[in-house]
């Protein structure tokens, strides 16, 4: 059960002996030429490599492509489903409602009501896409936002404000669709 302890030292010189360095090559003698064949058959292999790199990469690359074009696509009919489907139900009562209009005993004050709460209904669901109304009335004019269709006078609304909008305008996650079209007020009537 006893080891000699003198086996250890013996046992950690042959790896000593495996680290020690090699000899350098004699700088005398050069390497083996290589013949002119040689390195025209390793550059051909070189280049085939190479090209069949560059075939990969451009086929990767057009893949690439395609799949992007492809996914772009499904979002953007995802999208459009997704809205289409929030417009259905505007759909449907809007031809509920033309259905009672078409009764000969219709109330005109109920059919108000119920034009009322499908726009409200519309608007809602437009809103729920990002899409914002621009209803400036009053406001300072932004030429960003606002298109200025004529100037009127008014001694209520300050110059260069708002008076009247004639079109509103609309706005889709903060990127402008139609600019509201208004009508300026130029101050009070100046008298001649």
Do not use: C, W
Not at 12 to 25: H, R
Not at 42 to 57: H, I, S, T
Not at 88 to 95: E, R, S, T
Not at 149 to 165: N, R
């Amino acid at each position: 059960m006893n080891q000699p302890t003198s086996s250890q030292p013996e046992a950690a010189k042959p790896m000593a002996a495996s680290n020690e360095p090699k000899p350098a090559p004699d700088p005398a003698v050069p390497p083996p030429a290589k013949s002119a064949d040689d390195l025209l058959i390793a550059a051909k292999a070189e280049a085939a490599a190479n090209y069949d790199k560059f075939m990969r990469a451009v086929a990767d690359l057009e893949n690439f492509r395609r799949r992007t074009v492809r996914e772009k696509d499904e979002l953007k009919q995802l999208a459009t489903g997704r809205v289409l489907e929030d417009l259905l139900p505007v759909l449907d009562n809007l031809a509920l409602g033309l259905a009672a209009a078409k009764q000969p005993n219709a109330d005109l004050k109920s059919l108000v009501g119920g034009i009322d709460m499908v726009l409200a209904q519309l608007r809602g669901a437009l809103a729920n896409h990002g899409l914002k109304e621009i209803n400036p009335a009053g406001q300072l004019f932004d030429p960003h936002q606002h298109e200025s269709i004529s100037h009127q006078p008014s001694p209520d609304v300050k110059e260069e404000h708002v008076l009247t909008v004639v079109r509103t305008g609309y706005s889709l996650n903060g990127r402008l669709l139609r600019p509201a079209a208004v009508v300026l007020s130029s101050g009070p009537e100046k008298k001649a």
